[in-house]
Nanobody, 125 residues
């Protein structure tokens, strides 16, 4: 089994920054991608950013592009989300996710096998 532990959420004013961290532990030998999703009250879970370890490619959604950056260390099974220029609409629970299968699209929520508990990010106006 794989466990994910997130940290770094909190309350910040609009325009501020936060850095989220996620550490994977356990049976992590099949770790092909890690991602950050978020879910705001009354809304569905949204892919924010993901990193694919095979080629190091990253993706950020249009809503965060230019403000958020995903990075990580495959050897340490760690992924980060640097969030700058935060807006009130970024308020959500942020979830770390890990994908352990080959040949799937890591743009899709259902491609991820393991999820963290989530960390609250609140941006005040």
């Amino acid at each position: 089994q794989v466990q994910l532990e997130e940290s770094g959420g909190g309350l910040v004013q609009a325009g501020g920054s936060l850095r989220l961290s996620c550490l994977a532990s356990g049976r992590t030998f099949s770790n092909y991608a890690m991602a950050w999703f978020r879910q705001a009250p009354g809304k569905g879970r949204e892919l924010v950013a993901r990193i694919r370890w095979a080629d190091g490619s990253t993706y950020q959604s249009d809503s965060v592009k230019g403000r958020f950056t995903i990075s990580g260390d495959n050897a340490k099974n760690t992924v980060y989300l640097q969030m700058n220029s935060l807006k009130p609409e970024d308020t959500a629970v942020y979830y770390c996710a890990l994908g352990s299968r080959l040949g799937v699209s890591y743009y899709r929520t259902e491609s991820y096998d393991t999820w963290g508990q989530g960390t609250q990010v609140t941006v005040s106006s």
